[in-house]
């Protein structure tokens, strides 16, 4: 063998090494030298060229080695990840976008009219770019979790037929024929009240997502608006209105994860209602486990985190004496303000999985 | 006519690649390395790519159905790939299955026969 065959056969072997797990490098590496000597020993003719063109693309050779179960999200989830990630991008980017546009706009406003409009455009797209990757991330990364996990959990236990009862709208999760499959063992399909509404699911997605989006990139959006009893015209001005915020925004950077994480809780709850499609049992116990999950946070934030802005009512005060007789003045008191917010939270939490409950007792397949 | 040659390789290929592991695995109750394997298939009638049988051989061993073992004694390394036990069992049952498959197979082709 020539330095040059030399070369070439050490080129052709990374190349098909570089493509596979690295526990297999090292051996399969050894392996192909041995099989392309012995290649070359039995046509010497053929030339180290004419043996490698005769084992084809080191691409397409790799990928016969690859294992099965090489992807982040397999096809039993794609269609469900490649339509949620749509509504997701959708409507992450776009509230976003107009949101932060206009805030970025009428920040700028005094500057000019072209000025303003190019500055709020601009903040605009970057925070919509921002919004819809962090929206791809969180997606990709709750569908990668829950394929990663069917997997784990279908290598764990071996299948039986009573499984199908149990999960009866699991989407493709026994896609493998079973050895001991019976008709019989068929769950009905679900009654249907048992069925979560596609319709449902969306919305709270939706809602969840655009709050989620305007939360992180434009905080700023959530304000108190005083105003002067009948102001006409021009409401942006500024001697006309005052724009308190409404969080702490000084404190945003605790805050805001704690937030963002309470309604990602949520947002796994709903996808796994959307992917399942009706009440069963891994429904109902992430709905209660999530529920359990949202009220702790929910105190945490109202009662132990500094939410709201401290100086409301300071603020309040000033922009009634700036502005004369406000047409409209909230009073503000911030223990009956998170109180009452924890109270309705609760008790919307605790209506939902008390639905939940009820609609798996009385018309989820019985298994 | 390209068309139909490529369909009737795809077909073929298909065809083949179930009944490799079968072909291989008849051909390992004595150890044998690679090339031999792939000269030894290829004089028998049963020609197989490389680059299908080495993949095969490596994950046939992850199932336990083959061992290996490198020689280094003699002009260079080798990997020797032997069946286990297990493997002769799987053998012996995927044989029957083979017998009962080609002669209901022949049979089917026969009828259709004028």
């Known amino acids: 063998m020539s330095p040059r065959e030399q070369d070439l056969m050490e080129r052709y072997i990374y190349a098909v090494v570089r493509r596979l797990p690295r526990a297999m490098r090292e051996e399969t590496g050894n392996e192909l ?8 020993d039995a046509d010497p003719e053929a030339g180290m060229e004419g043996v490698l063109r005769q084992l084809g693309d080191p691409a397409e050779f790799a990928r016969r080695y690859s294992p099965p179960g090489q992807y982040l999200i397999g096809p039993e989830y794609f269609e469900n990840y490649k339509w949620l990630l749509k509504i997701v991008l959708l409507c992450a980017a776009v509230p976003v976008f107009l949101v932060s546009a206009a805030s970025g706009a009428a920040e700028s406003w005094p500057d000019g009219y072209y000025q303003a409009l190019a500055r709020g455009i601009t903040g605009g797209i970057i925070d919509a770019v921002s919004a819809a990757l962090s929206g791809f991330g969180a997606v990709t990364l709750l569908f990668a979790a829950a394929e990663r996990y069917e997997r784990l959990a279908g290598k764990k236990k071996s299948w039986t037929p009573a499984d199908l009862k149990e999960k009866p709208a699991g989407p493709g999760k026994f896609s493998a024929a079973p050895p001991s499959w019976h008709p019989a063992s068929l769950s009905p399909v679900p009654d249907k009240n048992a069925r979560i509404s596609r319709g449902d699911s969306i919305v709270s997605i939706v809602f969840i997502v655009i709050f989620c989006a305007l939360l992180i990139f434009v905080p700023d959006l959530f304000f108190l608006l005083v105003s002067r009893e009948g102001v006409e015209g021009n409401w942006m001005l500024a001697d006309q209105t005052a724009r308190i915020p409404l969080f702490n925004l000084a404190q945003w950077g605790r805050i805001l994860p704690v937030f963002v ?10 996808i796994l209602r959307l992917v399942k499609g009706c009440y069963c049992r891994a429904v109902l116990v992430s709905n209660i486990l999530c529920a359990a999950a949202q009220i702790a946070l929910s105190v945490w934030l109202l009662k132990f985190l500094p939410l709201f802005n401290p100086d409301l009512p300071e603020q309040l005060a000033e922009a009634n004496a700036a502005l004369g007789d406000a047409a409209w003045l909230p009073n503000w008191n911030t223990d009956i303000v998170t109180s009452g917010l924890l ?3 609760v008790l919307l939490t605790l209506l939902e999985v008390g639905t939940t409950i009820y609609k798996t007792a009385r018309y989820a397949p019985k298994g | 006519m390209g068309e139909e040659k490529d369909l009737l390789e795809n077909l073929s290929l298909e065809l083949r690649r179930g009944t490799l592991t079968l072909c291989v695995l008849s051909q390992m109750a004595e150890k044998r390395y690679g090339y031999a394997l792939v000269q030894r298939l290829e004089e028998k009638g049963v020609p197989i790519d490389p680059n ?5 051989l490596r994950r046939l061993e992850e199932k336990g159905l083959l061992s290996s073992s490198w020689e280094t004694g003699g002009s260079k390394p080798r990997k020797y790939y032997l069946r286990t036990p297990y493997g002769d069992t799987v053998y012996r049952r995927l044989k029957e299955l083979w017998a009962a498959l080609s002669d209901g197979i022949d049979a089917l082709l ?3 026969e004028p």
């Open chain 1, 33 to 40: 030298r041995e099989l392309i000597g012995d290649m070359l």
């Open chain 1, 261 to 270: 994480f309470s309604l990602g809780i949520g947002l796994a709850d709903e």
């Open chain 1, 343 to 345: 109270a309705f939270i």
């Open chain 2, 52 to 56: 299908t049988l080495y993949p095969l």
């Open chain 2, 110 to 112: 026969q009828e259709d």
